[in-house]
């Protein structure tokens, strides 16, 4: 059996709490690639690309999409609300991006109207303790998963397809009408749809363990990218505000059915600042004029929730935490021109937590929100950098910048991005290079 350095694979993870421009990074290095496989999570992860000025935002669909020599797959790992699917490509067929090469595993789980229902019942719930959660159904999806109940791609070509959706509308009318206090669905409306959609999408339908597998072996370079980001993994995130699978790249071989050992590398994305949305803790938060005008700058809205994110410091213990946690190689940091205008830019390099300095993120989040950060303090730029096209053209202060978090992180920095289109992307290494 070949080295794992032997294989032509990447693996492209957010490295905080999602919304760190993976989208970006995965189209850049897909111009490239013969696949895109998407390994966890569902429509709640948009993924934004620009690519000559023209915007496009993906839910579900791989971020590879746009280039029509790639193969896109999603993986078993992910969970699929067909009608989401079946919109998101008809969006992108009307503004000329041919979906002709998406495929979809055979044994992904799908996302049904009462799950969706079931995930708004169970947020409206938690009245002051409320997760943040999109309200798509992903985590009663995944839970159905974890209960053997749920239903797979796989199950529609089934003899007893329409007993087996009987079954679990009626289980979960009762959880509904029962625990939540909601209205029950009408089983006909949600069958007739069902076979609707899966009949979109019938002639996609893949072993992605397989189709992955062989593409490795025949010397393709296959790009997995993975939504949300590390410090929301359901597992190793600040749970319980965290998303309800497994972000990390750790989950690529799970997620897409190979094995560990053909990855080569990981590139964590990371912003130049930390950004969160929802509740949970977040030490390095600005509550202040520079968080606004960070905000401002850098857009930071949810682009699938349009949602206002909560915006912070670069937190270098949260991310060598991360490194830790989702086996990154090397860290490839965007939006560094957003902090173009600052006078002072920060790193917290530690949090303060009952009179002690600690270096790692606690395991209960009722702690984690008393951290306070331990800040070093840098001299900013203040001059712009989105024409820049190397390293070496960057300002002394804005490379001091990245190198520092090189050091303090110990890890590699694979490139930066100065501006929202694929050309305002430095590569600093080789995306197989250790």
Not at 200 to 222: E, L, M, P, T, W
Request: aromatic share 8%; net charge negative.
């Amino acid at each position: 059996m070949l080295n794992s350095r032997d294989y032509k694979t990447l693996v492209v993870v957010g490295s905080q709490w999602g919304d760190e421009g993976k989208g970006k990074i995965t189209d850049f290095y897909a111009q490239d690639a013969d696949l895109v496989v998407r390994f966890a999570g569902g429509d709640n992860a948009g993924h934004v690309i620009w690519n000559e000025g023209k915007k496009y935002k993906v839910t579900i669909v791989p971020s590879g999409i746009l280039n029509p020599k790639v193969m896109n797959v999603i993986g078993n790992g992910c969970v699929v609300n067909l009608n989401k699917l079946n919109d998101e490509m008809a969006i992108l067929n009307k503004a000329g991006v041919d979906t002709k090469n998406l495929f979809v595993s055979d044994r992904a789980h799908v996302i049904f109207k009462y799950n969706e229902v079931i995930d708004e019942l169970q947020e409206e719930q938690r009245q002051n303790r409320k997760i943040g959660t999109t309200k798509r159904g992903i985590g009663p999806t995944y839970a159905d998963k974890a209960s053997r109940c749920g239903i797979r791609i796989c199950d529609f070509a089934e003899p007893n397809f329409k007993d087996l959706l009987e079954e679990q509308v009626e289980y979960h009318n009762k959880l509904i009408t029962d625990i939540y206090g909601g209205q029950p669905l009408d089983f006909n409306t949600i069958y007739e749809d069902a076979l609707k959609q899966y009949a979109n999408i019938k002639d996609r339908i893949v072993d992605s363990g397989s189709y992955v597998n062989q593409a490795i072996r025949d010397n393709k370079f296959v790009l997995f990218e993975g939504a949300q980001g590390v410090l929301l993994d359901i597992d190793h995130g600040t749970y319980p505000f965290v998303t309800s699978s497994n972000t990390t790249a750790n989950n690529v071989s799970i997620g897409t059915g190979i094995h560990n050992k053909l990855i080569n590398k990981v590139v964590g994305v990371a912003k130049a600042y930390d950004t969160r949305v929802g509740t949970g803790g977040f030490p390095t938060e600005l509550l202040d004029a520079t968080g606004d005008r960070i905000r401002e700058r850098g857009h930071e809205y949810g682009s699938n929730t349009g949602r206002p994110r909560r915006i912070g410091w670069f937190d270098a213990v949260a991310m060598n935490y991360s490194i830790r946690t989702g086996g990154l190689d090397a860290l490839f940091i965007t939006l560094l021109d957003v902090l173009d205008t600052e006078e002072t830019v920060k790193i917290c390099t530690g949090y303060k937590y009952n009179g002690k300095v600690i270096d790692t993120i606690p395991a209960s989040n009722t702690e984690y929100e008393k951290c306070e950060p331990v800040y070093e303090e840098l001299p900013g730029w203040q001059e712009d950098i989105t024409k820049v096209t190397s390293f070496d053209q960057l300002p002394k202060n804005a490379q001091n910048y990245i190198n520092r978090i090189a050091e303090l992180c110990d890890v590699a920095i694979q490139g930066f991005s100065v501006g929202p289109d694929r050309h305002q992307t430095v590569t600093m290494l080789d995306k197989f290079e250790g």
